[in-house]
């Protein structure tokens, strides 16, 4: 069953909902996993400050205001779906890793782009801020000859090659294609230099659980992301070898320096029949593919959603502590093929 956006129900509290949310906890302190709490508790003052100035923000001094209301989560978002604030991108490398400002919502398009060959089979996806500039961040594709799902995500529009050096990560399937990782661009551990310098972090993996009759029902995500430090920096995560890595950790309920994150159950509405979460306007269209992520100990506040606008067309937007390759891939791997029964 598709999940659809109920706007119009949740907008009457929603200006308030944020502002209590926010009083009961910082939602940084739900990633945090390194560093002591006492010392963590003097930093987040200073922390939006610190996000504006890295990126570059400061003149949006209307931003920032706006978003001293609880984050400025939902109660922005009800005013006629504005674009995502003034973000610079001045090195899309180091930007698409860096994880999204305190306070600030990344507002974001992927376009899935089907002509051509066998852009049927194989669909190549693009990212864009969701701004007037419509700034392009990341592009991705599955890999033909893989015999699971593979996708390579690049900075370049035009270069997906594995050996390009526009390659900034990748999202890998299990055989089954219930289950997925998300790496950067450093080097597979068998390849490494001696000293591990270089192997490959792994940012991200999401697990979607089947129920006895495959995918009837609304689908079931777990998300499992690195921890933060004390600085708000992501824990980097490099397994040497298939059973350290971000699944086999959770598997194992060895959370150290890692998140649990899941996406928000969807409400049942008899009037519509169908189910629905509130999207505050950022999805218009029906899918079983539109999602909320949040965390178990403040569903208020949502770390990713994803929806549907159009066939090929879906908003993606993140918060900390996601970075824009995350949620993309998170994104991507909510188009494979044995999931994809909508």
């Known amino acids: 069953p598709a999940i659809t956006s109920s706007d119009e129900e949740d907008d009457s509290d929603s200006s308030t909902k944020p502002i209590r949310s926010e009083k009961k906890k910082n939602p940084a302190s739900l990633f945090q996993t390194g560093g002591d709490p006492p010392k963590e508790k003097k930093t987040k003052k200073k922390t939006p400050a610190k996000a504006a100035e890295s990126e570059e923000e400061t003149p949006e001094t209307p931003q920032k205001n706006s978003n ?62 969701d701004n007037d500039k419509k700034v392009f961040l990341l592009a991705g594709r599955k890999r033909k000859k893989s015999k699971t799902s593979n996708y390579l995500i690049s900075i370049d529009p035009t270069d997906l090659s594995r050996g390009g050096e526009n390659f900034i990560g990748k999202l890998r ?18 390849r490494a230099n001696a000293d591990w310098s270089n192997v490959r972090q792994e940012l991200s993996a999401v697990v979607y659980e089947t129920n006895v009759l495959g995918f009837k029902g609304p689908r079931k995500m777990t998300v499992i992301i690195p921890g933060m430090n004390s600085d708000n920096e992501r824990v980097p995560i490099r397994p040497r070898n298939d059973n350290d890595g971000l699944l086999m950790r959770w598997q194992n309920r060895n959370m150290d320096n890692v998140i649990e994150l899941h996406n928000k159950a969807p409400v049942w509405n008899d009037e519509t029949q169908s189910y629905v979460l509130n999207f505050h306007g950022r999805v218009t ?19 990713m959603q994803f929806g549907r606008v159009a066939d090929d067309a879906f908003t993606m937007d993140y918060n900390y502590p996601l970075c824009a390759v995350q949620a993309f891939a998170i994104a991507l791997s909510s188009f494979d093929g044995k999931l994809a029964c909508e």
């Open 68 to 129: 001293k209301k609880g984050k400025g989560k939902k109660s922005k978002k009800t005013k006629e779906r504005p674009p995502s604030p003034v973000i610079e991108v001045d090195n899309l490398e180091e930007f698409v890793l860096r994880p999204a400002p305190q306070g600030v919502t990344i507002k974001c398009r992927v376009t899935r782009d089907k002509k051509g060959m066998d852009r049927g089979l194989y669909p190549t996806y693009y990212l864009h801020l």
């Open 173 to 190: 399937s299990n055989l089954m294609g219930t289950k997925f990782t998300v790496f950067d661009n450093g080097m597979n551990p068998d």
């Open 285 to 303: 269209h029906a899918s079983v593919k539109n999602f909320q992520i949040v965390h178990g100990s403040d569903p208020d506040y949502i770390v």
